[in-house]
């Protein structure tokens, strides 16, 4: 049994905060409590206990969950695992918004902040011999370990006392924790990546303002995963940001891409993302997009998009006074660059020789000259990034399935985008699940059908034998069709009106013969 008081008491106290700020997170996910742990942080800031002068406010660069745990001693986070376990959802996180809330914090010490000084009093052994053995995460070793900092600088406690204090005066309250500032120092010393740069967005025509702060992904995404536990960028907007992807509450997200896309995107890196037709390689993009309140702007890189719309060209124009003038008019890429965007370039494998070589300073992070302007050097902005989707990695198709549209990309081109993600078909269960919950009356019999038809036609399209591809919007619209349709028509007749009227009337004749055979096997 693992309580409380045994972490508090075998371990360095900053290996006690990680071990319970883990906790904390568990905790929050088995009990569905991410989004209102994320409202504890939308309280804290306009809190007089965060950022301000108060003698008990604790600074901080963005205040997010994470930054507000990472201020909390061993004793206050236990107190909190206490208040998430003990009451019920609704009210798990009352009493830590009731502090941040406090219009009149008490000026004494916090032993337990947020908490005023004298709850210590209250936390009781209850609390500190909780169990909470089955709330700890398993990547996170809580052997017994002798107090020493991981950093390799121990500061004993007679040092320390003395030095928190004068910390705290040098820096005018904004630290007191010497030993913490030097894991801290170690820390930021090891990182293996810089975080990119993220500033306040003003507001431009349509364009809202926008705030970026640092938010843990497991919080934002609302899914508990260790490849998730990094803080990232999130923008929130005045209002309705119409370069900012509409949010699907339903979208399944794949927590190896998605962990894959955030690192690409925090780094700074450009990521190609790479698989078949109707695997949804832009939509998760997208999804990415709307969970982080990040502008999408997306242009499709095949034959016929040219050098005029993507770079920029003359054009004659009218000015203020009516008088016809002529002006560079910029396209599609400085547009983008000079946005906090994901600038999203679809089937990137056909794009033109000419426009790759001009994405080549770009994709190094450098500006771009308009020669058609003058040599004017468009710079990109801090948060702008780029990503690719496209059927093959840029090599080629051996496959035959997309000869006649991809071209073979240079090895200069596909190496400066260092992150490459595949993107597969949605598992048929999560698929089902998708449909079920747009279709939620479809019988059991129609959905097993659906799921083994979807199965036997992947199998046949991937060894080549049909050479039309269906995406989990084909499934998502033969269920709901069977839906409707299936207590006047019975099953089996609306499975087979729906296959035709969604996949046997799009596809060619050679097709049809195989999916012919696979719709007879499932209605019998």
């Given at each position: 049994m693992t309580t409380i008081q045994n972490i508090i008491d075998t371990h360095a106290a900053r290996k006690a905060q990680t071990i319970l700020r883990g906790a904390i997170y568990n905790i929050a996910a088995e009990r569905n409590l991410m989004s209102e742990l994320n409202?504890?942080?939308n309280t804290a800031v306009q809190s007089i206990l965060v950022n301000s002068t108060h003698p008990a406010s604790k600074q901080m660069r963005s205040v997010s969950v994470s930054q507000i745990l990472d201020r909390m001693n061993a004793y206050?986070?236990?107190n909190m695992i206490k208040e998430m376990v003990v009451h019920q959802p609704e009210h798990a996180f009352t009493s830590i918004k009731d502090c941040f809330n406090d219009q009149h914090p008490s000026d004494t010490a916090y032993k337990m902040w947020p908490w005023v000084a004298n709850i210590i009093e209250t936390f009781g052994d209850d609390a500190l011999n909780l169990n909470i053995s089955d709330h700890i995460p398993d990547d996170l070793n809580v052997s017994p370990t002798s107090p020493t900092s991981p950093?390799?600088?121990?500061v004993t406690d007679d040092i320390a006392h003395a030095?928190?204090?004068l910390l705290k005066v040098a820096t005018k309250g904004e630290m007191d924790d010497l030993q913490g500032l030097l894991d801290e120092v170690v820390a930021l010393r090891n990182k293996p990546a810089p975080v990119a740069a993220a500033a306040v967005v003003p507001a431009s025509g349509d364009i809202p303002?926008?705030?970026p702060r640092r938010v843990n992904a497991q919080v934002v995404f609302g899914l508990k995963d260790k490849l998730l536990d990094m803080e990232i960028t999130v923008y929130d907007w005045e209002y309705d940001n119409p370069l900012v992807p509409a949010k699907d509450a339903d979208y399944i997200f794949n927590v190896s891409n998605l962990a894959d896309a955030l690192w690409a995107i925090e780094t700074k890196n450009n990521a190609w993302l790479t698989g078949h037709t109707g695997t949804g390689k832009t939509t998760f993009i997208a999804a990415v997009c709307a969970y982080t309140g990040r502008m999408m702007m997306r242009a499709n890189m095949d034959?016929?998009?040219e050098r005029p719309d993507f770079v920029g060209a003359m054009s004659v124009t009218v000015d203020d006074d009516g008088n016809q003038i002529t002006k560079f008019v910029e396209g599609f890429l400085p547009k983008a660059m000079q946005l906090p965007v994901v600038m999203l370039l679809d089937e990137y494998d056909a794009i033109r020789a000419d426009i790759s070589y001009v994405m080549q300073p770009v994709l190094e992070g450098g500006s771009l000259r308009l020669m058609e302007d003058g040599g004017r050097m468009v710079h990109p902005?801090?948060?702008?990034h780029i990503m690719a989707t496209a059927n093959t990695v840029g090599c080629g198709d051996s496959s035959g399935m997309y000869a006649s549209a991809v071209k073979v990309q240079s090895r200069a081109s596909i190496n400066r985008f260092p992150v490459f993600i595949k993107v597969d078909y949605l598992s048929t269960s999560d698929e089902m699940t998708?449909?079920?919950?747009f279709a939620p009356h479809l019988s059991g019999t129609a959905e097993n059908m659906l799921c083994e038809f979807v199965e036997l036609y992947r199998k046949a399209f991937r060894e080549g034998t049909v050479a039309t591809p269906i995406s989990p919007r084909n499934t998502i619209t033969i269920g709901k069709y069977v839906e409707a349709f299936e207590k006047r028509l019975g099953t089996n007749r609306a499975i087979k009106r729906a296959l035709e009227m969604n996949i046997m009337n799009t596809i060619d004749e050679g097709d049809a013969i195989a999916v012919t055979g696979i719709m007879d096997r499932i209605t019998g």
């Amino acid at each position: 049994m693992t309580t409380i008081q045994n972490i508090i008491d075998t371990h360095a106290a900053r290996k006690a905060q990680t071990i319970l700020r883990g906790a904390i997170y568990n905790i929050a996910a088995e009990r569905n409590l991410m989004s209102e742990l994320n409202e504890v942080a939308n309280t804290a800031v306009q809190s007089i206990l965060v950022n301000s002068t108060h003698p008990a406010s604790k600074q901080m660069r963005s205040v997010s969950v994470s930054q507000i745990l990472d201020r909390m001693n061993a004793y206050a986070l236990g107190n909190m695992i206490k208040e998430m376990v003990v009451h019920q959802p609704e009210h798990a996180f009352t009493s830590i918004k009731d502090c941040f809330n406090d219009q009149h914090p008490s000026d004494t010490a916090y032993k337990m902040w947020p908490w005023v000084a004298n709850i210590i009093e209250t936390f009781g052994d209850d609390a500190l011999n909780l169990n909470i053995s089955d709330h700890i995460p398993d990547d996170l070793n809580v052997s017994p370990t002798s107090p020493t900092s991981p950093t390799g600088y121990d500061v004993t406690d007679d040092i320390a006392h003395a030095a928190n204090v004068l910390l705290k005066v040098a820096t005018k309250g904004e630290m007191d924790d010497l030993q913490g500032l030097l894991d801290e120092v170690v820390a930021l010393r090891n990182k293996p990546a810089p975080v990119a740069a993220a500033a306040v967005v003003p507001a431009s025509g349509d364009i809202p303002a926008g705030e970026p702060r640092r938010v843990n992904a497991q919080v934002v995404f609302g899914l508990k995963d260790k490849l998730l536990d990094m803080e990232i960028t999130v923008y929130d907007w005045e209002y309705d940001n119409p370069l900012v992807p509409a949010k699907d509450a339903d979208y399944i997200f794949n927590v190896s891409n998605l962990a894959d896309a955030l690192w690409a995107i925090e780094t700074k890196n450009n990521a190609w993302l790479t698989g078949h037709t109707g695997t949804g390689k832009t939509t998760f993009i997208a999804a990415v997009c709307a969970y982080t309140g990040r502008m999408m702007m997306r242009a499709n890189m095949d034959s016929a998009i040219e050098r005029p719309d993507f770079v920029g060209a003359m054009s004659v124009t009218v000015d203020d006074d009516g008088n016809q003038i002529t002006k560079f008019v910029e396209g599609f890429l400085p547009k983008a660059m000079q946005l906090p965007v994901v600038m999203l370039l679809d089937e990137y494998d056909a794009i033109r020789a000419d426009i790759s070589y001009v994405m080549q300073p770009v994709l190094e992070g450098g500006s771009l000259r308009l020669m058609e302007d003058g040599g004017r050097m468009v710079h990109p902005h801090p948060d702008f990034h780029i990503m690719a989707t496209a059927n093959t990695v840029g090599c080629g198709d051996s496959s035959g399935m997309y000869a006649s549209a991809v071209k073979v990309q240079s090895r200069a081109s596909i190496n400066r985008f260092p992150v490459f993600i595949k993107v597969d078909y949605l598992s048929t269960s999560d698929e089902m699940t998708l449909v079920r919950n747009f279709a939620p009356h479809l019988s059991g019999t129609a959905e097993n059908m659906l799921c083994e038809f979807v199965e036997l036609y992947r199998k046949a399209f991937r060894e080549g034998t049909v050479a039309t591809p269906i995406s989990p919007r084909n499934t998502i619209t033969i269920g709901k069709y069977v839906e409707a349709f299936e207590k006047r028509l019975g099953t089996n007749r609306a499975i087979k009106r729906a296959l035709e009227m969604n996949i046997m009337n799009t596809i060619d004749e050679g097709d049809a013969i195989a999916v012919t055979g696979i719709m007879d096997r499932i209605t019998g």
